[in-house]
Structures are given as structure tokens and as C-alpha cells.
Nanobody, 124 residues
Framework: QVQLVESGGGSVEAGGSLRLSCAHSGLSVGTGCIGWFRQAPGKEREGIARMNGLGRMFYEDVVKGRFTISKDDDKSTLFLQMDNLLVKDTAMYYC???????????????????RGQGTQVTVS
């Protein structure tokens, strides 16, 4: 059973930073693809960043240069460092896992196999 628990969300002023964490269990090191997506009210899911089992990172253009994905395998935790936050970054942020590749249609269309309960990020 895969479990994903996000934390670190909150309210911040534009230009500020937040660091999201995702504690995961039930995954083997090197599992297919792990990453983050977000969803604002009334909008579709939007991919942010993801990482494959070899550590290759993928970023969507909308966050490239501002967000950094990383992980600590010893602590079974995925991170998302978010800098220079913009008002349009306001959304619920989800940690997600898929056993396929990071280039799969499922992942790129944000139809992940597993996701956490989300953590709210509000930028004003």
C-alpha cells in the first residue's frame, strides 16, 4: 500500500518561498516516477515537476527556474522548493507516484496511480 503525505503548504506573499515535503511509504527506491502536480479551484490539474528512478528531473515551463524538486531516499521524502512565488501559483499541491515512466501519457496528463491528500499554497 502506497501512502503519500504532503506538508509545508501555507500562505506567503508574492516573491516569497515555501518548501513542500512528501513523506512516502510502500515504495521501492527507484520506483517509476514521483513528482508534484497542482490544481486550482475550477481548473484542471497542472504538472509541476517530477523525477524518475535514476534521478532525472523534469520541470514544466511555468515553474522552471523557480521550483526545485529533490528527494532524500534515506528519509523516504520528496521535496519541492518553491522560490519567487507568484499569485498564479496559488493552488492545492499534490505529491504523486506512478509505476510507469515519467514520460508516459498517464503522467504527462496528470493521471497518476497514487496521490496524497494535498497541501494548500496561497500566494497574495
Amino acid at each position: 500500500q502506497v501512502q503519500l503525505v504532503e506538508s509545508g503548504g501555507g500562505s506567503v506573499e508574492a516573491g516569497g518561498s515555501l518548501r513542500l515535503s512528501c513523506a512516502h511509504s510502500g515504495l521501492s527506491v527507484g520506483t517509476g516516477c514521483i513528482g508534484w502536480f497542482r490544481q486550482a479551484p475550477g481548473k484542471e490539474r497542472e504538472g509541476i515537476a517530477r523525477m524518475n528512478g535514476l534521478g532525472r528531473m523534469f520541470y514544466e515551463d511555468v515553474v522552471k527556474g523557480r521550483f526545485t524538486i529533490s528527494k532524500d531516499d534515506d528519509k523516504s521524502t520528496l521535496f519541492l522548493q518553491m522560490d519567487n512565488l507568484l499569485v498564479k501559483d496559488t493552488a492545492m499541491y499534490y505529491c504523486a507516484v506512478d509505476f510507469g515512466t515519467c514520460e508516459s501519457k498517464a503522467v504527462t496528463s496528470q493521471r497518476w496511480t497514487w496521490r496524497g491528500q494535498g497541501t494548500q499554497v496561497t500566494v497574495s
